[in-house]
């Protein structure tokens, strides 16, 4: 039955596409984030992060109490969080990368489960969406809800037996307390959201304290009257629960007559001080409530005479500290409100009293459930573990196009067969020939294998030439020596401005006989390695490279419905296999080993920073100014990087990422300068070459570091010619 229901549910959201996407087009909360919102991110991320969903600001809450605690559990972890509100998002902190939640639609959460590819998903109390979990289950994306709680939504589809039992079919499940962990079939741990850090009170009062907290309308006029009728009257904050109402509060606020000052209207400063002759201050900005209930005496916790509400989580207020006051209505909730001593206002004609008794009663201490956060993780902890999932197309919708693309492969390579020298066969090179040597080093997908720092640690040991068509250069078949990215491309730039020898030809023929030239004349070997080599059948080479990256072995699928370019069968080619982003013990992977020869050696390493260039200089790792950090790149994979900043204490506040090889323009420089003041500015040393050199930016530079193969792969280069030894 479920199975039907959901089939069901699929077509009716792919027959109102067009509908959905005009509705995220004009909607003006939607606009900003629609791009993440079809789950077309560039995540900063590497595959296998930790997802924790906490839609909004409470949900936040558990989300920022569990992170810290899942970092000292496991350092190198990554953590991506979604929200789905734009105010959610502004304050979400602890993550590496913050993003929109996709919609519940197919497209969506395939696109964005193929880009991101985390190894668990930890929903934060209860936002199931029947899509995301179907889409998870099918890549084996181990699911869990924590500090679950069921309202009045929930309870409402359990009453659907059969879309609900295979709606949180293998969802591992813990709870605030026994009765909503018996309900599921969980464990009840206690409140995690309980055991957040509130914050520091924005503002200060010298008089007593209510505040309003997630107040629906119907909840501040009865407020107002309620305050009004005490004696002395305390200090009255209201905080609505919708920002959207702010100004419909703020005309009722008015009408009373009442000293009444709006949040935005104060001193913006940390701790500023309230007038002591104001009586009612509206609450409305988003995100200080939960500090603010520290220095209050009573809390009204909002949606408690709403049927429909069935009211808010008293959690916050109960562990400032506060006495709480409420209405009947607290189903939404239940857990939560276990175990809490308030004070009933049955009706809003009761509120006067109730406030008066809860004035009256000694402040309670701060509550709160110890060793929440740390149960569940423990109770959780299979999940982050779990296994990085495989890669899946990035872009499906293409697949019937990827013919046409390896028809073209298959024909080029026909026209153009590839040539070796004499002697040579896969994993046997052949010596040097009488010109020279040439190394090729390429992969089978379009970019973010890492193929040019291979190049440049060849070309280093060799002590030879880097020969590259120069991506993104000038349109001319001039073969160039020397000049910036927009001569030589970006790479070959980055290595030029190392002091290496490059050659820069469209023609790779022309190309060797330049770098030879340029060999001899430098004093150095006469050996050519090719960057991007590999579909370059019509060149003779000594030595083939071929590089993967182990997080992305197979490009993601064949152009154009992923990255890779070559069919997996161009991998018989190769005498060594370079695994990058790999350790001692990284396999080959599943996909590759068919077509790897019996006789290739594998090479495992990864990248490790060794400084920074700035302004030309180089500079130790530890030489970067301490302040925050501003990041941008323009790579094919750029996650790696932005994880490598995190990994060196330098969490950016800002992130820009622009396409592979983006030329840098008047506008991209403007919108970093807005930062430079109170930033530093970092990027890759590649993005750094497409800069002026005087830029004041700081490139972070990598070094290869090799786990596995090293010993052999030098004896392969000596039978070629003399190694300098490794780089």
């Not at 709870?175 to 850090?197: C, F, M, N, S, W």
């Not at 939404?332 to 809860?358: K, M, Q």
């Amino acid at each position: 039955m479920y199975v039907v229901t959901l089939l069901a549910y699929r077509a009716l959201l792919w027959l109102c596409t067009p509908l959905v996407a005009l509705a995220l087009a004009v909607h003006p909360r939607a606009r900003g984030g629609r791009r993440e919102r079809w789950g077309f991110v560039r995540p900063e991320v590497e595959p296998g992060a930790v997802w924790i969903h906490a839609a909004s600001l409470g949900e936040g809450r558990v989300a920022a109490a569990l992170i810290p605690e899942l970092r000292s559990r496991a350092s190198d972890l990554e953590v991506l969080r979604t929200c789905t509100s734009a105010t959610a998002r502004s304050q979400a902190v602890g993550a590496d990368q913050t993003l929109f939640l996709p919609l519940d639609h197919p497209l969506a959460v395939r696109a964005f489960l193929a880009r991101v590819r985390p190894r668990c998903l930890v929903l934060v109390e209860a936002e199931l969406w029947p899509i995301l979990l179907a889409e998870c289950r099918s890549r084996r994306i181990p699911v869990a809800v924590v500090n679950a709680r069921l309202g009045v939504k929930q309870r409402r589809w359990m009453r659907l037996w059969w879309v609900w039992s295979g709606l949180i079919r293998d969802i591992r499940w813990t709870a605030p307390d026994r009765a909503t962990a018996k309900e599921l079939g969980g464990i009840a741990v206690g409140d995690v959201k309980g055991q957040a850090d509130p914050g520091t009170p924005s503002l200060r009062w010298t008089r007593p304290c209510v505040i309003g907290g997630s107040t629906h309308a119907g909840d501040e006029a009865a407020l107002l009257e309620a305050v009004s009728a005490l004696d002395p009257r305390p200090l009255l904050i209201l905080a609505p629960r919708d920002p959207r109402r702010f100004e419909a509060v703020w005309t009722l606020i008015r009408a009373t007559g009442r000293v009444a000052r709006r949040r935005t209207g104060l001193d913006g400063a940390a701790y500023a001080p309230i007038d002591p002759a104001v009586d009612v201050l509206l609450l409305d900005t988003v995100g200080e409530l939960t500090a603010l209930y520290i220095a209050a005496d009573v809390a009204f916790v909002g949606g408690t005479w709403d049927e429909g509400v069935g009211g808010h989580s008293p959690a916050e207020a109960v562990a400032a500290g506060c006495q709480v006051v409420h209405g009947p209505k607290i189903q939404a909730n239940p857990g939560a409100w276990e175990g809490v001593a308030g004070f009933v206002a049955r009706t809003p004609d009761a509120l006067a009293s109730a406030l008066e008794a809860a004035m009256a009663a000694p402040r309670p201490g701060r509550g709160g459930s110890t060793g929440a956060v740390r149960a569940t993780l423990d109770a959780i902890a299979e999940l982050l573990v779990a296994p990085v999932p495989p890669e899946t197309v990035l872009r499906p919708w293409l697949l019937p196009l990827t013919p046409l693309w390896a028809l073209g492969v298959a024909l080029r390579s026909a026209l153009s067969r590839p040539r070796r020298t004499s002697g040579s066969s896969a994993g046997s090179p052949g010596r040097p020939t009488s010109d020279g040597t040439v190394i090729s080093v390429g992969a089978l997908s379009a970019g973010g294998t890492g193929k040019t720092p291979v190049t440049a640690w060849i070309a280093a040991t060799m002590n030879g030439v880097v020969l590259s068509r120069g991506y993104g250069r000038d349109a001319s078949k001039e073969v160039h020596l020397a000049g910036e990215a927009d001569r030589l491309g970006d790479e070959l730039a980055m290595l030029a401005r190392r002091g290496m020898t490059v050659v820069s030809s469209p023609d790779r023929t022309a190309g060797v006989t330049a770098a030879l030239t340029a060999a001899k004349a430098g004093d150095l070997a006469p050996v050519v390695v090719l960057d991007d080599g590999l579909q370059v059948t019509s060149l003779a080479r000594n030595l083939d490279i071929v590089v993967v990256d182990a997080r992305f072995p197979g490009g993601d699928g064949l152009i154009p419905a992923g990255t890779r370019r070559l069919p997996l069968s161009w991998l018989r080619r190769a005498d060594v296999l370079w695994i990058n982003h790999a350790n001692a013990e990284t396999p080959v992977p599943n996909l590759l080993a068919p077509y790897l020869p019996a006789s290739a050696l594998v090479v495992r390493a990864s990248y490790r920073p060794t400084g920074w260039i700035f302004r030309g200089q180089r500079l130790p790792l530890d030489a970067i100014p301490r302040r925050p950090v501003a990041a941008f790149a323009g790579i094919a994979r750029p996650e790696g990087f932005f994880r490598q900043l995190r990994r060196l204490g330098l969490s950016p506040a800002q992130t820009w990422i622009f396409p592979d090889h983006h030329r840098y323009g008047w506008s991209d420089l403007q919108s970093f300068e807005s930062w430079r003041d109170t930033h530093v500015l970092v990027t890759t040393e590649k993005d750094a070459a497409r800069l002026p050199r005087e830029e004041s930016v700081w490139a972070l530079c990598l070094q290869v570091e090799i786990h596995s193969g090293e010993a052999e792969l030098l004896a392969r280069l000596r039978r070629l010619g003399p190694p300098t030894g490794g780089a």
